[in-house]
């Protein structure tokens, strides 16, 4: 009786709250000792877009990330720099909200393969845009 229009429920009519966080992996790497986003995979990247516009009251982290390689100072700084890059191309190529991006780097904290191999490296060079949600619904009473 109470359901907000357009809220999602469930078989016994009970609102199903939103996801808390989404993550895009949106394969975007980089060169080494570099900010420069030479391509990308547009129809990724269009699809945090259309979830950021498809909610509103949605924030997205775009997380930089770097290989050990080099002074972990340094790195910090080239992370931070990566994730500018991205949140750059999200507000000023896809029109998001740039109040709802915020860009951070984690530089060589946050390894997701070797990097005593050079495709742990490669991979370990790479942004992640991870979503929460705001306006979470609250489950309805019954």
Sequence with gaps: LNTPAGSTVNAE?????????VS??????FANNSSY?????AAEVEKVTNYLKANPGAVAVVE???????????NQTLSTRRAATVA???TEKYGVN???????????????????????RDANRRVVVKVRN?????PADK
Excluded at 24 to 29: A, K, N, P
Excluded at 37 to 41: A, D, Q, V
Excluded at 134 to 138: I, K, L, N, P, V
Aim: with cysteine.
């Design 64 to 74: 930089g990330h770097t290989d050990n390689t080099g002074a972990a100072a340094y």
């Design 37 to 41: 986003l030479e391509g990308y995979n």
């Design 134 to 138: 705001t306006d979470e619904t609250q």
């Design 98 to 120: 740039a109040a709802s991006i915020t860009a951070v780097g984690y530089g060589e904290d946050r390894p997701i393969a070797d990097n005593s191999t050079a495709a742990g």
């Design 88 to 90: 750059k191309l999200l």
């Design 24 to 29: 895009f992996d949106l394969s975007l790497r």
């Design 13 to 21: 009519g009970c609102i199903l709250a939103r996801a808390k966080e």
